[in-house]
């Protein structure tokens, strides 16, 4: 299991500390709202679509992969550089009110694959190693991955996770990985067990994103910052049958303990762990020194080493409260898109 990283730093309770079981894993049934998701299909940029040779998603899963070459992986930047982001995060105060459930508790449970899948390079070789030090193919190295993503012209670099559904095509990650200013982003690739360029399970190339209404029309809404990318098949494989997937939890009491997964701006995964609070506004928060790079990277609850749900995402930072990470609170807004996404196959 992950150890928690020496921080040094003090935590400001702003809200008291509870202990509480989790409830069990269930399949939920649709959830309030459940129209308040929107999509889009996940286009090719122009620089791209000129690219294409022949038809149909073979071709264009070609252009996407001489397009996201190791070396333009590296160069993509932070999704804290896109202009409107850090117009929004500047823009941002704390929040104030109290985060509550906004109904009954509902959970996912995860889903390992039938067989162990196998990674690209000689049979056992571990080329690189993981903070703190999951070689890959290790459970949760392969359900997490670098996403990449080109919006108003720039190529920039997220977090997402593979989640468990019936449609088993799809991953996880916070909406400002998907749009901005009204439009949807283009050339989205997942790469899970992603190191410095290395892409030991290929690329996933998306064919719908999907974001909640409230952050694609105000993307200063954070605590609706949510969003899920279904991808095509590679191989003939939907992602979830051939990797496994993480489950997912919603309307939670806040002082879960959670373990935080991102990526440094090397591209090695990393952790943080620890209870979450009431960041007031519908959004919570955790001692976590993670940066922009790691945005998009899943809190997960019930985690076992392997396995657990996800129930927060690394978000967003007050430039004052830097050692603070802070996430949408999962209520609703999360049940809604799930919902919205679960059955839909690649």
């Known amino acids: 299991m992950p150890r928690k990283l020496p921080r040094g730093l003090a935590v400001v309770a702003m809200a008291a500390l509870v202990t509480l079981a989790a409830p069990n894993a269930v399949h939920a049934g649709p959830a309030p709202g459940n129209g308040s998701a929107v999509s889009g299909v996940a286009e090719l940029s122009p620089e791209v679509a000129r690219t294409v040779t022949g038809a149909g998603a073979e071709a264009r899963q070609r252009a996407l992969a001489e397009y996201w070459t190791p070396a333009r992986m590296r160069a993509a930047r932070p999704e804290s550089e896109i202009p409107a982001v850090r117009a929004a995060r500047a823009a941002r105060q704390p929040a104030q009110g109290v985060t509550r459930p906004q109904g009954p508790a509902g959970a996912i449970a995860p889903a390992a694959p039938a067989d162990e ?4 390079g000689p049979a056992g070789a571990s080329p690189t190693l993981y903070y703190p030090n999951y070689p890959v193919g290790h459970p949760v190295a392969r359900t997490i991955g670098r996403v990449f993503f080109t919006l108003n012209g720039g190529n920039y670099t997220c977090v997402a996770t593979i989640v468990n ?17 009204g439009a949807w982003a283009t050339n989205w690739a997942f790469v899970p067990n992603y190191s410095s360029g290395s892409a030991p399970y290929g690329i996933w190339y998306a064919t719908q994103l999907w974001a909640t209404n409230a952050f694609f029309n105000n993307n200063s809404d954070f605590a609706n910052d949510v969003g899920s990318a279904v991808l095509g098949r590679v191989n003939g494989w939907r992602i979830c049958d051939y990797l496994g ?4 939890a919603w309307n939670y009491p806040i002082g879960q303990y959670v373990y935080a997964f991102g990526y440094d701006g090397a591209g090695r995964l990393v952790a943080e762990n620890g209870p979450t609070y009431d960041g007031g506004g519908g959004t919570i928060y955790m001692v976590n020194s993670m940066t922009g790079t790691s945005s998009g990277g899943p809190w997960l609850i019930n985690f076992d080493g392997s396995w657990g749900q996800i129930n927060g995402h690394s978000d967003f930072k007050y430039n004052t409260l830097p050692q603070y990470m802070f996430s949408p609170y999962y209520g609703n807004q999360v049940a809604s898109l799930y919902n919205a996404v679960r059955n839909i196959s690649s």
């Open 117 to 120: 899948p196998r990674a690209a």
């Open 245 to 248: 997937g993480q489950g997912i």
């Open 165 to 181: 559904t019936e449609g088993k095509s799809s991953v996880w990650t916070a909406a400002h990985c998907l749009t901005g200013g």
